[in-house]
């Protein structure tokens, strides 16, 4: 089992409306590509020195060749839906190997 781990910094102007499309629409997208079984949304707890708000979001695959085929089937146009809020939030992106869960 494979984590993609998203961590998004979003700016506080826009901190809401990000929130509910994330909710309302980007994870729902995802989740339909059927290349995820699940998504886990998170806040960091943390504060920022550069300011923001923080989130991490989750998205499980059942395979490596899974979220490859995220990358290569679907990951430049979900992507681009995020245009309404460029520079306005610091996205990066992290690949977990699930080694075990108890």
């Known amino acids: 089992m494979i984590i993609y781990n998203v961590t ?5 102007d826009i901190h809401d409306k990000w929130v509910k499309w994330m ?3 980007h994870i729902p997208d ?3 590509t059927k290349k995820f079984t699940r ?11 550069m300011g923001g708000i923080t989130y991490s979001v989750q998205y499980t695959a059942e395979s490596k060749e ?6 290569s089937e679907d990951a430049d146009d ?9 520079g306005k939030f610091v996205a990066f992106r992290t690949e977990l190997e699930v080694i075990s869960e108890q």
């Open 8 to 12: 998004i910094n979003v700016q506080e």
């Open 23 to 25: 909710k309302e629409e």
């Open 30 to 32: 995802m989740l339909d």
């Open 39 to 49: 998504a886990l949304m998170t806040k960091v707890m943390v504060k920022e020195p």
């Open 66 to 71: 899974m979220l490859e085929r995220y990358y």
């Open 78 to 86: 979900l992507r681009a839906r995020s245009k309404p809020f460029e």
